[in-house]
């Protein structure tokens, strides 16, 4: 599977964004889709995930009630709304593919074998 994530951008405290990652490749019917994001001198974290057969979401405490996830089947595309941007959530977002996650495992990011470029959200305060 390969991933192409779009849409960082600055964006001042309280604003939104949404980030899209198009997956190409094989069918994404065993696929957990998820998105981590890596802060300037921090490990990379899980943030979002989804498991694209059913559609079950995953998400991190500390961003549960401001982001969702999202996605439109047509386009094997997930996006990531994210509404009431903190300082805290800058960093460099990643969405990542893996087949054959179980739940315990979503939030791990060892079992992707299939990243993104990465986009870079800043946010000011």
């Known amino acids: 599977v390969q991933l192409q994530a779009s849409g960082g951008g600055l964006v001042q405290a309280g604003g939104s964004l949404r980030l899209s990652c198009a997956a190409s490749g094989p069918s994404l019917s065993n696929y957990v889709l998820s998105w981590f994001r890596e802060a300037p001198g921090n490990e990379r974290e899980f943030v979002l995930g989804?498991?694209?057969?059913?559609?079950?979401?995953y998400y991190a405490d500390s961003v549960k009630g401001r982001f969702t996830i999202s996605r439109e089947i047509a386009k094997k595309t997930v996006y990531l709304q994210m509404n009431n941007l903190k300082p805290e959530d800058t960093g460099v977002y990643y969405c990542?593919?893996?087949?054959?996650?179980?739940?315990?495992?979503?939030?791990?990011?060892?079992?992707?074998?299939?990243w993104g470029q990465g986009t870079l959200v800043t946010v000011s305060s």
């Open positions: 990542a593919a893996q087949s054959g996650v179980i739940q315990s495992s979503v939030s791990r990011r060892g079992v992707y074998g299939n």
């Open positions: 989804l498991r694209w057969s059913g559609g079950n979401k």
